[in-house]
């Protein structure tokens, strides 16, 4: 990567709020817009997804989790096979070029036929597997890339970027949907996703040509980075279970997916409640993504970092899960939407803030192998499992007719053991990382 020696004025910006080094402007920035056009794309859509679960109904929405954790366990071999067989430069920039064609062939038949059941559920289940994929594919790239000092300085910046994209997706949405329909949305997000081809292929060629002058921070080679991992494609699999350490980020995960199925199913049931007719609905969800971006741009440019850097990874996986406690209690008591749009707003604020960065942060040093196939498991069927338990033991706790305020309390004991389980790992990784 060839870098001026004296850093233009936006550089000199960037290093006094995120301390870039001159030599990684150009990295972190292609990973910044990278993530901006995966995450604005999605939430560009999110809106859709969300007005089609209030069409499908909340019982069917949560029978839909099942198949949504099946195709995410059955995802993993399949993207296991890919990543061992095909150099990452070529795969990466393929997979958003195939979710662009998946969102323009949804567009057509969502203008054909809205209300079509069949193709709600099958894009509700599509979508809600992609989101996780995505997001696990762009940080494993960028786990390779990076060292564990690097990740605890920039990653809050990177993430910022996504950040931004959440910010500007929704907005879209809210602006243009009343013109363009939920299909119109749809292809936008198609063209987000030609726009994150075009960061992939950048961001290849800024690590190649770090690589070509000795400069890059990955531990990987340029010979490395041009092949597949090889291995098996379950190999994901029994990494998890042979380790201790990422048993306990699964278990995190699990945890953290119990906190927002209890959220989700609440917010679906009063926004069902409260607002009848769909495109307003679209709205709703739209503002309340606005808003949580919106807080959450600040924190990861000026607080992720120093936290992590200051606090260490502990700090980011136990602060939120914390004050998760005390919102479930107090939303055990006032079960009313301003409630649950406050403690809703917290929880995703803090998970794009301070857990989302935290948890990736684990992956830092451990194998290229395990940062692209044990990750992806746990990032995807693990998740997506965990979340139709807990739909089905929130739907089996309605069905009793226990009220939400069982359901608040439950949540909230979960919500302490994952306070826990947050800052035994941080401490593992903040002790290992200080003994280098």
């Known amino acids: 990567m060839s870098e001026s020696s004296q850093p233009n004025a936006l550089a000199r910006l960037f290093k006094s709020t995120s301390k870039i080094e001159p030599r990684e402007f150009s990295t972190v920035i292609a990973a910044f817009f990278l993530l901006f056009f995966i995450m604005g794309s999605y939430f560009a859509a999110r809106p859709v997804r969300e007005t089609i679960g209030t069409l499908l109904g909340r019982e069917f929405v949560a029978d839909l989790w099942l198949w949504t954790a099946l195709f995410s366990v059955l995802i993993i071999p399949v993207y296991g096979a890919l990543v061992a067989k095909i150099r990452r430069s070529v795969l990466l920039p393929w997979i958003y070029g195939f979710v662009a064609i998946v969102f323009a062939i949804i567009a057509f038949y969502l203008r054909a036929d809205e209300k079509n059941l069949t193709v709600g559920a099958i894009f509700y289940v599509w979508i809600s597997v992609l989101n996780l994929m995505l997001v696990s594919v762009f940080w494993s790239f960028l786990l390779e890339v990076m060292t564990t000092e690097q990740t605890k300085r920039l990653f809050g910046f990177v993430a910022a970027g996504g950040t931004v994209g959440a910010l500007v997706g929704p907005l879209i949405t809210r602006l243009t949907v009343g013109a363009i329909g939920n299909s119109g949305i749809m292809l936008v997000g198609a063209a987000g996703f030609v726009g994150a081809i075009v960061c992939q292929r950048i961001l290849i060629g800024i690590w190649r040509r770090q690589e070509a002058a000795g400069v890059n921070a990955a531990a990987t080679t340029g010979a490395q980075s041009e092949r597949g991992l090889g291995g098996n494609p379950f190999a994901g699999f029994a990494l998890v279970f042979k380790s201790p350490y990422l048993m306990g980020i699964a278990l995190f995960v699990v945890l953290l997916s119990a906190a927002n199925t209890f959220l989700y199913f609440e917010q679906l049931r009063i926004v069902e409640e409260t607002f009848k007719d769909t495109t307003r609905r679209t709205e709703i969800f739209a503002n309340m993504d606005f808003v949580v971006q919106s807080l959450t741009v600040f924190s990861q440019l000026f607080l992720t970092g120093y936290l992590a850097s200051r606090l260490g990874v502990k ?74 338990v807990g739909a089905q033991a929130k739907t089996a706790i309605d069905a009793l007719h226990a009220g939400p305020m069982v359901a608040a309390f439950t949540a909230a004991v979960l919500a302490a053991i994952w306070a826990v389980n947050g800052y035994l790992l941080g401490r593992k990784h903040d002790t290992a990382a200080a003994a280098k």
């Open 315 to 388: 700090a980011l996986l136990t602060i939120v899960p914390i004050v998760m406690v005390l919102g479930f209690i107090l939303l055990a008591f006032v079960n009313v939407f301003a409630v649950l749009a406050v403690v809703y707003t917290i929880r995703r604020w803090g998970e794009y803030s301070f857990i989302r960065p935290g948890r990736e942060m684990l992956f830092s040093p451990l194998s290229t192998e395990t940062k692209y196939k044990a990750k992806s498991f746990i990032d995807v069927p693990v998740y997506r499992a965990a979340d139709y």
